[in-house]
């Protein structure tokens, strides 16, 4: 199973833009479609985006659509959230994840998770 870690979480201000890394080890870092997934406080956990494993297919929540971009360099082993225009409502704790298959939009399926980082977007 790979194993993921986050990494590029911070506090800014709000219009700001930050790039999250999800880097992977452990399996073959090309198996897998990961996921991004954020989780607020008091709520519960969302999904932000999507990329398959050949980064062919990428896919977004629609409070997302046009200010975030998920991309990733397999030889890198890294997925990569580039976050725009980032608002006080983006503010969570954001979770990469990984399964073997297809990308998706649901948690449940996905089979490792990172740690987490935390985002922080002040007014």
């Known amino acids: 199973q790979v194993q993921l870690v986050e990494s590029g979480g911070g506090l800014v201000q709000a219009g700001s833009s930050l790039r999250l890394s999800c880097i992977g080890s452990?399996?073959?870092?090309?198996?897998?479609?990961v996921g991004w997934f954020r989780q607020a406080p008091g709520k519960e956990r969302e999904f932000v985006a999507t990329?398959?494993?050949?980064?062919?297919?990428?896919d977004y929540a629609d409070s997302v659509k046009g200010r975030f971009s998920v991309s990733r360099d397999n030889a890198k082993r890294t997925v990569y959230l580039q976050m725009d225009s980032l608002t006080p409502e983006n503010t969570a704790v954001y979770y990469c994840?990984?399964?073997?298959?297809?990308?998706?939009?649901?948690?449940?399926?996905?089979?490792?998770w990172g740690q987490g980082t935390q985002v922080t977007v002040s007014s």
């Open positions: 990329i398959s494993a050949g980064a062919a297919v990428t």
């Open positions: 452990g399996r073959p870092f090309g198996w897998y479609a």
């Open positions: 994840a990984g399964r073997r298959g297809t990308s998706a939009k649901t948690a449940a399926v996905y089979e490792a």
